[in-house]
């Protein structure tokens, strides 16, 4: 192990604060190696949010915890985030492997165009990003992709654990 990982399963806090923290929360969670720093978020939720420099595909990928009501993430939390950042980029191509078995139905509607989009070697989902709740629920957002379904915001790749277990469309309603 070198100086830069952490033993599994020890993320941490660092006990510096958050504008208008209050004391209460820590300004940022070190999470394998990922430092993630508490960003502006709504009154009912609190939200740490880090980039990995790069990921499978190219490019930075955002890794985010999120309490609500707002309160330090629980030993729990902090296990699955590290799961997450330790295992990201497996993970992302699980859950492209989920969209590539699971948008040919029918219920998603896509044009023929589209359909032809799950045969390419590469399916057209980038931008990946990683969300981890308390309840310990987490998801994979693809934030852009060459499918309707994705307009405007994106790919939404819910998991159970490391099995994705549903995936849906991100628009205005959400």
Same mark, same amino acid.
């Given at each position: 192990? %070198?100086?830069? $990982?952490?033993?599994?399963?020890?993320?941490?806090?660092?006990?510096?604060?958050?504008?208008?923290?209050?004391?209460?929360?820590? &300004?940022?969670?070190?999470?394998?190696?990922?430092?993630?720093?508490?960003? =502006?978020?709504?009154?009912?939720?609190?939200?740490?949010?880090?980039?990995? =420099?790069? #990921?499978?595909? &190219?490019?930075?990928?955002?890794?985010?915890?999120?309490?609500? =009501?707002?309160?330090?993430?629980?030993?729990?939390?902090?296990?699955?985030?590290?799961?997450?950042?330790?295992?990201?980029?497996?993970?992302?191509?699980?859950?492209?492997?989920?969209?590539?078995?699971?948008?040919?139905?029918?219920?998603?509607?896509? %044009?023929?165009?589209?359909?032809?989009?799950?045969?390419?070697?590469?399916?057209?989902?980038?931008?990946?990003?990683?969300?981890?709740?308390?309840?310990?629920?987490?998801?994979?957002?693809?934030?852009? #992709?060459?499918?309707?379904?994705?307009?405007?915001?994106?790919?939404?790749?819910?998991?159970? &654990?490391?099995?994705?277990?549903?995936?849906?469309?991100?628009?205005?309603? $959400?």
């Amino acid at each position: 192990m %070198t100086d830069h $990982e952490e033993p599994p399963h020890a993320p941490r806090t660092e006990e510096t604060e958050a504008p208008g923290g209050g004391g209460a929360l820590p &300004g940022a969670l070190r999470v394998a190696g990922l430092v993630l720093s508490r960003t =502006p978020s709504p009154p009912h939720l609190a939200c740490w949010t880090g980039s990995r =420099p790069e #990921s499978t595909g &190219g490019g930075p990928a955002a890794i985010s915890v999120m309490t609500e =009501p707002p309160a330090p993430p629980g030993e729990a939390t902090l296990r699955l985030a590290h799961d997450v950042v330790d295992r990201f980029d497996a993970l992302v191509a699980e859950a492209r492997r989920y969209c590539r078995t699971r948008l040919g139905e029918e219920r998603f509607g896509l %044009t023929a165009e589209e359909v032809a989009l799950l045969d390419l070697p590469d399916l057209p989902l980038g931008g990946p990003e990683a969300t981890v709740w308390a309840d310990g629920s987490w998801a994979v957002l693809f934030t852009e #992709s060459r499918f309707r379904l994705g307009d405007p915001y994106g790919i939404l790749v819910t998991f159970d &654990g490391t099995s994705p277990v549903d995936v849906e469309g991100v628009g205005d309603e $959400e």
